[in-house]
C-alpha cells in the first residue's frame, strides 16, 4: 500500500499542475531556490566567520603576555 509507482507519481504531478497551475509551481519553485541559496550562503559566512575568530587566537594565544 505504501509503494507508490511511477505512474502513481505522475498522477500526483498531474494533480499538482492542475490545482496549481504551471505559474503558481514555478514562482514556488523560485521562491525555494532563493531560499536555499540564501541558507548556504548563511552557513558559508558563519564557516567563515568562525575561522577568522580562531585564526586571530591562534596567532597571539595570550595577548597579555607580548
Known sequence: MG????TG???IAILVVILFGKGKISSI???LAKG???FKK???DDTN????KNSNN????DPDNK
Open 3 to 6: 509503494n507508490i509507482g511511477w
Open 9 to 11: 507519481i505522475i498522477i
Open 29 to 31: 519553485m523560485g521562491d
Open 36 to 38: 536555499i541559496k540564501s
Open 42 to 44: 548563511g552557513l558559508s
Open 49 to 52: 566567520s568562525g575561522q577568522d
Open 58 to 61: 591562534s596567532d597571539n594565544p
